[in-house]
């Protein structure tokens, strides 16, 4: 892949003048590739397919920042071109394997092509979501960071039966609470640290933006098959809002009692 | 004091070309009140002092980065008017009292005017500095973050007799290298986490832009009466360099045995 210059790729924020204290946070929100991209060297089921980007997720967190007044922001950018929960350097920020497929635009990437995305994708979306969170603490918003994903079903050629999964970075207080919400309200098969945890690195914005700030955070992965629709997505939703409401409620008690 | 609106105080950066591992930061590196501030309510000595600044650290920083090929960045006002070195939510980000003073300006603050200060000075700070640190990761250059500060030989009365405080954050191998080094180089009296500690919340720069990189990092503070005018600085700096490069590499061998 030649080389190219491109501007910065902004992400989007809804609900900017919320006063929740929910950042719903989307980094695969988008399987958009930009035509200075071409098309990575894949077919069109492949750049519709889980491995470009979350699908879903945007949908039920636009649905989740309506329900509970909170601030969304999203990537604009496939999770190919580069993947705002992976820092620079690691293998999953330009991924040359996704799963079964190959991404042959992402093989053989030079250190000038590496820091153009970066710098295209990466750096615009850290410094847009600190900004966003920074000035939140500062307004006395008291915010708590939830990141929306989804995964597919089927991985390697085996059935994943969780159905919800909840993951934490450094500060576990959250996902617990979360989990044991999720347990009284619903019926999904909700899972800790399913169907992957932060050592497999997944955690990074957390780690990046709510870790160091001491503020509340959870990562949530919901399987794809149960949000493929926009009405399945608000289903979704409206079982979540709750849960998340019961769990940082949860979480105030505890502070209180200690 | 009224609300004021300011354009924001963008950080300078020496050395961007600098292909070394280190960066240095100097989060107080000048006592620069904006005229828009006023004076704060203090006057001229109160406004020259450690309250303001850490006098010394930007002339070393800046040594130590000629020495090491090193790249350099630091804010250009006041930590009076935002200190660089604390999220928006704590109360050293804008003092209302430092050692034995008050300041008057910063009493009685309103959210608004937190706000404004935190948009003119910590966002362009966490954002360029991010943006450094990131692109440096991208460009293969495994960066190093060392912030260099200086401190009060006496404080409420009471003599410092450490020179070379080492403070670390989570990751500790790099401080405790350095102090190695710091005793075997040197006959500076060099102790671990004094005189103060992460415990005191004096190392979130280290834990916003190094910690969730996993890159080497340490905090590095020096009894501001050793370097009080260039030459001083020069020769503080001509100190710390072999320290530097011996507690690097000292955990690049521990690394490579592990």
Excluded at 6 to 32: K, L, M, Q, Y
Excluded at 39 to 46: A, H, M, N
Excluded at 87 to 108: C, F, K, Q, V, Y
Excluded at 185 to 213: C, E, F, G, K
Aim: hydrophobic residues 45%; charged residues 20%; glycine residues 6%.
């Amino acid at each position: 892949m030649p080389q190219v210059a491109v501007e910065p790729f902004v992400p989007v924020i809804e609900h900017a003048d919320a006063t929740g204290r929910f950042i719903f946070v989307c980094e695969h929100a988008s399987n958009h590739i930009p035509s200075a991209y071409g098309t990575l060297g894949l077919d069109e089921d492949q750049r519709r397919a889980h491995i470009a980007w979350d699908p879903g997720a945007l949908g039920v967190a636009r649905r989740l920042a309506d329900l509970l007044s909170g601030v969304l922001i999203h990537a604009p950018v496939s999770r190919l071109i580069y993947d705002c929960n992976r820092a620079p350097d690691m293998a999953g920020a330009m991924p040359t394997r996704s799963e079964l497929h190959d991404i042959p635009g992402n093989t053989a990437l030079s250190v000038q092509e590496r820091l153009a995305r970066t710098e295209a994708v990466y750096l615009p979306w850290v410094s847009t979501l600190h900004s966003l969170i920074a000035r939140r603490i500062a307004s006395g918003l008291n915010p708590v960071v939830v990141t929306i994903h989804s995964f597919t079903p089927v991985y390697f050629g085996k059935k994943r039966l969780v159905e919800f999964g909840i993951i934490h970075d450094e500060d576990r207080s959250l996902s617990v609470a979360v989990l044991t919400a999720a347990q009284k309200l619903t019926r999904l098969n909700a899972q800790l640290n399913a169907p992957y945890s932060a050592a497999d690195d997944v955690t990074h914005t957390l780690r990046l933006h709510a870790t160091p700030y001491g503020l509340p955070n959870v990562m949530l992965e919901l399987r794809n098959d149960l949000i493929a629709t926009p009405d399945a997505q608000e289903t979704m939703a409206a079982q979540l809002a709750p849960v998340l409401n019961m769990g940082l409620a949860e979480i105030q008690k505890q502070a209180k009692a200690s």
